[in-house]
């Protein structure tokens, strides 16, 4: 009987010490990866920290690929005598073409030693609209496809998009107000919209002082118009009143040099 006790009591021992140093080295036995946001827009600097559970002597790499498995970016950090590291990339550029969700890999010595992380990238792309040399600021994110360009017709009140797709995809763009709106009275009124000059849906988010449409495309389309109310410049109208203000003012005034 005191033997069972010596056994049970060394048995209970081991277990004990393979339980804690489970708990003290268990979390520290593979390599961590952490970012400081969980989303990142176009030019958004990201953070990349994390540690290994031992030296080798070697830097860590980290690649990040997009939705689609492409890779968007390689790079590699040197790990600090602590075992930590730390880094800082920039969200976007020309690889960075579709929103999504994103994955971040990093190796540290051999594909045994490695982790990943995911975040979302939101893809907003800003662009300067400009009308008779004042620049209005947009964002924009597109999927499957580029911008060329964004032309203002004052006119028809409206933005003429060339687009460079690369399959179906979607483009939602934020305009504010006071580039483009759409209104009936004081009320909010949909905006209208054109591919390839054939009329599409448009849905839509809104602010006081932006509005944010989502269009889609197809994989051969050209060309996206957005149809609004009022484009600026608004002041046709006061420009030509002006105008005639001043005319006549001249004219009295010469009338009057004559006598």
Do not use: C
């Amino acid at each position: 009987m005191v033997r069972f006790h010596y056994l049970s009591l060394i048995a209970i021992l081991f277990i004990s010490f393979l339980t804690a140093t489970s708990q003290v080295y268990g979390q520290s036995s593979t390599v961590m990866v952490s970012i400081d946001k969980s989303s990142y827009s176009d030019g958004d600097k990201m953070i990349i920290s994390g540690s290994v559970p031992k030296q080798l002597n070697v830097p860590i790499s980290i690649v990040i690929k997009d939705p689609n498995q492409n890779i968007v970016l390689i790079g590699q950090t040197n790990i600090l005598p602590d075992n930590t590291f730390s880094t800082q990339v920039t969200a976007g550029g020309s690889l960075w073409t579709v929103a999504g969700q994103y994955e971040i890999f990093v190796t540290y010595g051999s594909k045994d030693q490695s982790a990943q992380k995911s975040f979302q990238y939101t893809g907003y792309h800003p662009i300067a609209i400009k009308i008779q040399g004042v620049s209005y600021n947009a964002t924009y994110t597109i999927t499957n496809g580029s911008i060329v360009d964004i032309t203002p017709n004052t006119i028809s009140k409206s933005l003429i998009i060339q687009i460079n797709p690369s399959g179906n995809g979607i483009l939602l763009i934020t305009l504010p107000r006071t580039l483009i709106d759409s209104k009936t009275g004081n009320q909010d009124a949909e905006f209208g919209a054109k591919v390839d000059g054939v009329v599409t849906i448009v849905l839509e988010n809104k602010t006081d002082v932006s509005r944010t449409l989502s269009i889609s495309f197809l994989s051969n389309s050209k060309q996206i118009e957005i149809i609004g109310t009022q484009i600026v410049p608004e002041f046709g109208n006061l420009v030509f009143v002006i105008l005639s203000i001043t005319m006549l003012f001249i004219l009295f005034y010469s009338k009057n040099r004559i006598k």
